[in-house]
């Protein structure tokens, strides 16, 4: 296990981990105001720092977990359909009873990390992972 109580540990990962999350936004067209919500709230400030130099700051344990269960969606969107709809996915209404006709990326922006625990459990769940 890692240890995200040892800033140079969060340090170590937090550029490439600041990478995959902006690749992800991108791919699922998400508008840096949901961005920053998925991070947990981050201002625009340190935000855009972020976004410009992905290396320059060590992310907190939350907004590395946050990032983490982002991956394992991602993942698992891509396992479970083909890459137009793994994109599109979280944008799009949804009729399962937890996203109440809502969007998985609305359910996951307002409901914090657990929602996006609740989302990634979903999908490991379709796909049939442990």
Not at 99 to 122: C, D, E, H, I, N
Request: charged share 25%; glycine share 6%.
């Amino acid at each position: 296990l890692v240890d995200f109580s040892s800033k140079e540990e969060r340090r170590r990962l937090s550029s490439s981990a600041l990478k995959a999350f902006f690749n992800i936004m991108a791919h699922w067209h998400v508008r840096d105001e949901d961005a920053r919500q998925l991070l947990g709230g981050v201002t625009n400030g340190p935000y855009y720092e972020m976004k410009r130099n992905p290396g320059k700051r060590a992310l907190t344990q939350d907004e590395l977990v946050r990032v983490s269960y982002l991956v394992r969606i991602f993942k698992a969107l891509n396992i479970l359909h083909g890459r137009k709809l793994a994109d599109e996915w979280v944008r799009l209404p949804n009729t399962n009873p937890i996203f109440k006709g809502s969007t998985p990326l609305a359910y996951m922006t307002k409901g914090g990390l657990p929602a996006l625990q609740t989302v990634r459990r979903l999908l490991d769940a379709r796909r049939g992972a442990a």
